[in-house]
């Protein structure tokens, strides 16, 4: 982080509501999910001390858990994590293991625990894992009774609750998988693949990981093929390999394709590589590997260029929470979000700070989203933590770098051999602002004196006594070199807070490309210091002119806004349950900055009306605030980006109307007649605006080309009172797979079906059927109430309700919304 259309989108999102992707799994074995019926306990427990996990301090969860997201909100707590409590928490879970699984090694894999989890089997530990972002494996076969009923435990210790700068999550967040292998078998994350394309030939370079457990050779023969997305083979290979009792071994491959489709954006062709191992004509272990084939050049001149086509990275930073979920992992509302992003002309995110889930990164494969996987947000020292809200009081300094410097490297070896695979990774970034000036590293440049240097009151010049900066160039060297151990076909970056201070250490000239964080002032005079670094911005304001910085720098290959979903934690004062510049809100509902941000980055025409009062007097302290308070904006101020469809005003009030779009030229009418004359698109502010007198009815924007032809339109109408809840899904919905979601968007309408943007109504849900209610997400950062239950308010007239069916296919589930004096909705769930 930070120091600093609609129904065509409708559409599309609940079109995706019912669609399940197969994510990757292990990588190895027979992977057999094991996320039911586990049992929980929040606080601790001596180990040395019988437990009964029967008894009512227990209780039955299903993976994935956050505990921290189900506790109340409380502003005792940090503001840094959203006002959310941490603890420690034990999961318990009895696994019956066959008799025929003896001789077979039998792995727990566990997608990601925060934090500092330990895992045990039988009451002996198996491994421990401080980091709990990053994806882990243990062999438990030594500790298995089979033909018995076993025990696995997990004791997770997030009593460091203020420990991050974000929202965090606490528990086993992403899903747990039992693996079954054989003997010899393949490595975790043993298969790797990353194309070549010269001319018309694709080439997959191919390395294949194989162990051998068994205390005896194995002759084994390793056959590849390369499906297409017809699933015929297009190319395949067979090795002969020798693996040595209780040793390893790696084999490089290369399949070649003729005039392979090629990964894209707009066309993300995606080809499946399968790995069949075999022993003496027996299949002893297989896997799939989802990849393809595509190019993609940096230029310190020309910027960023994929399958030769240069183009301009439209880039957003997303935190790993879903709002009212905590950090539980469900692919169908990330597809949701993301499609929603694309939308609006977005097409690359950055993981901020830190490794996600990897049905994210297979997400971003499937849609044709670039990713920046990142690993890190602080190394060997800790940064400021805010504890009473953002950039207030007295910080705290809980974090992770008491165990980096004996976890750190490995952590991101195994970032990086997770994610290698995913087409949609198009750089590494192993750190976030671990650069920033005095938090905690100085250097003399910051003093200021006749050489150059700069004093900056947040930055409080040179400190003698803080961590010497010249440490970044050298952790940065280790780190590059662990990524290129692993992989050497994607560049390594990192987001430079400091950038003036990391230009005199060695930090910037470990990257292959280098992000810059809020520095758009330093782009052209970087580029001219440094005519070999390729430059792009990290991490970036909403504001127009930080775009422009990238669209009118040639040498600029793109930007990542801060930030495309709102996010839990980085919290201001009480109440506020996070930071709030996405584009997205918590519930995944497009704000009016991501209309105009549509504006600047889509290609399909658009337009959007938003509103607000004008008035005298001295300005509200943000166009939030005074849209909360009803007293608008002087009329001398420049436009606002943030300007809600509201049109319910006082009769004669004046209003300033917001145009975003892409068109031309834009004119708009009041119930047919027009009220605004035709507009050319400002190119100062981005925004078409005009001042009128309310009067109730249809407000209506056209938009049109530079020959007046007619491109697009938008209305809003006033309302009346909230008559009805609205199912925008309708009244039947069909879910497929088990444990499937289902994502329920709910509007309140008055009697003429016209939303009614003011209702803040409560809204209380119930089931009937085999299912169990998720949460309720209205996206408001200032509503501190109970998140627990099964009633909440709308925001903005809207809310998304998520529950989880878990009943057969052909059972159906019963979902009723109520709230008095409103006419109540139902929906009915087919699984």
């Not at 310190?300 to 240069?310: D, M, R, V, Y």
């Not at 004996?406 to 949609?424: F, I, P, Q, T």
């Not at 006033?718 to 797979?737: D, F, M, P, T, W």
């Amino acid at each position: 982080m930070t120091r600093l259309i609609k129904h065509s989108i409708l559409g599309l999102i609940i079109h995706l509501l019912t669609t399940v992707a197969v994510f990757a799994q292990p990588g190895f074995g027979e992977a057999e999910k094991i996320t039911a019926d586990w049992r929980f306990h929040l606080g601790d427990l001596d180990e040395k001390k019988p437990v009964d996990h029967n008894s009512r301090s227990w209780r039955t969860v299903q993976l994935p858990h956050d505990w921290s997201v189900k506790q109340p909100l409380s502003a005792t707590l940090a503001s840094a994590t959203g006002y959310l409590p941490g603890g420690i928490g034990w999961y318990y879970k009895k696994l019956t293991i066959p008799q025929e699984d003896q001789g077979k090694k039998l792995h727990l894999y566990f997608e990601g625990v925060y934090n500092r989890s330990e895992v045990f089997v039988n009451g002996q530990s198996v491994g421990k894992r401080p980091n709990g972002y990053i994806s882990f494996g243990y062999d438990i076969s030594p500790y298995v009774k089979y033909g018995q009923e076993n025990e696995i435990t997990v004791r997770v210790d997030h009593s460091h609750d203020a420990d991050s700068r974000w929202y965090t999550g606490s528990g086993i967040y992403r899903d747990v998988w039992l693996v079954r292998a054989n003997a010899v078998h393949l490595d975790q994350w043993g298969v790797y693949a990353y194309p070549e394309v010269k001319g018309k030939k694709g080439t997959l370079h191919v390395q294949v990981g194989l162990n051998n457990d068994s205390p005896t050779s194995a002759n084994l023969s390793v056959r590849s093929e390369l499906l297409d997305a017809q699933g015929l083979v297009v190319a395949k290979k067979t090795n002969k390999v020798t693996l040595d009792a209780a040793g390893k071994n790696e084999i490089k491959i290369q399949l070649e394709v003729n005039h392979p489709k090629l990964w894209s954006l707009a066309s993300p062709a995606l080809y499946t590589l399968r790995t069949t191992v075999m022993h003496q004509n027996n299949v002893i272990d297989q896997s799939t590997v989802v990849t393809g084939f595509r190019t993609y050049t940096f230029d310190p001149n020309k910027g960023f260029a994929l399958n030769g086509e240069q183009m301009k990275v439209k880039g957003v930073c997303l935190h790993h929470d879903s709002g009212v979920l905590g950090a539980e992992v469900y692919p169908e509302v990330w597809r949701r979000r993301l499609m929603t992003l694309k939308a609006l002309g977005v097409n690359a995110i950055r993981t901020s700070h830190n490794p996600h889930s990897s049905s994210l990164y297979a997400l971003c494969d499937e849609i044709g989203l670039l990713v920046m996987n990142e690993a890190y947000d602080e190394w060997e020292f800790p940064k400021r933590k805010w504890l009473q809200g953002w950039n207030v009081g007295v910080p705290g300094f809980q974090g992770s770098f008491d165990y980096f410097k004996e976890w750190g490297e490995r952590d991101l070896a195994d970032m990086v051999k997770r994610d290698r695979n995913h087409l949609s990774i198009f750089a590494w970034s192993i750190g976030n602002e671990v650069d920033y000036p005095n938090d905690p590293y100085s250097h003399p440049v910051l003093a200021g004196n006749k050489e150059g240097g700069f004093t900056q009151p947040i930055f409080g010049g040179y400190k003698e006594d803080a961590p010497d900066a010249m440490r970044l160039g050298d952790i940065a060297k280790k780190l590059v070199a662990v990524v290129k151990k692993y992989d050497t076909s994607r560049p390594v970056t990192a987001g430079l807070a400091g950038v003036a201070m990391s230009n005199e250490t060695a930090y910037p000239g470990a990257l292959d490309i280098a992000g810059y964080n809020y520095t758009e002032s330093r782009y052209k005079e970087d580029h001219k210091r440094y005519p070999k670094r390729v430059i792009f911005g990290s991490e970036n304001r909403h504001d127009l002119n930080a775009w422009k910085a990238v669209r009118d720098n040639e040498h600029i290959f793109g930007q990542f806004l801060w930030t495309g979903i709102d996010y839990l934690g980085e919290s201001g004062r009480w109440p506020s349950r996070g930071f709030y510049s996405g584009l997205l809100d918590f519930a995944g509902f497009i704000k009016p900055r991501g209309y105009f941000r549509q504006s600047l980055w889509a290609d399909k025409p658009m337009a959007y009306l938003g509103t607000y009062p004008l008035r005298e007097g001295a300005a509200a302290t943000d166009v939030w605030s005074a849209l909360e308070s009803e007293q608008g904006q002087k009329k001398d101020e420049a436009p606002s980006m943030d300007a809600w469809p509201i049109w319910n005003y006082q009769d004669g009030q004046l209003i300033r109307v917001v145009c975003y779009t892409n068109a031309e030229n834009a004119r708009l009418e009041l119930n047919g007649q027009v009220v605004g004359q035709l507009k050319a698109y400002d190119q100062k502010s981005g925004i078409i605006y005009w001042d009128i007198p309310y009067a109730a009815g249809k407000l209506e924007v056209i938009g049109l080309d530079s020959k007046g032809k007619e491109i697009t339109r938008v209305q809003i109408h006033s309302s009346k009172r909230q008559y009805a809840i609205k199912v925008l899904q309708g009244n039947e919905l069909q879910v497929k797979g088990k444990s499937s979601l289902a994502q329920i968007e709910l509007q309140l309408v008055d009697e003429d079906g016209i939303p009614v943007q003011l209702a803040d109504d409560e809204i209380t849900c119930d089931i009937v059927g085999n299912a169990r209610l998720l949460g309720m997400e209205a996206g408001n950062n200032s509503d501190m109430s109970n998140y627990t239950d099964n009633k909440q308010r709308v925001f903005h007239g809207k809310m998304i309700v998520y529950i989880q069916a878990n009943g057969k296919p052909g059972e159906q589930v019963a979902v009723r919304f109520t709230s008095p004096w409103l006419k109540p909705a139902i929906i009915n769930i087919k699984l």
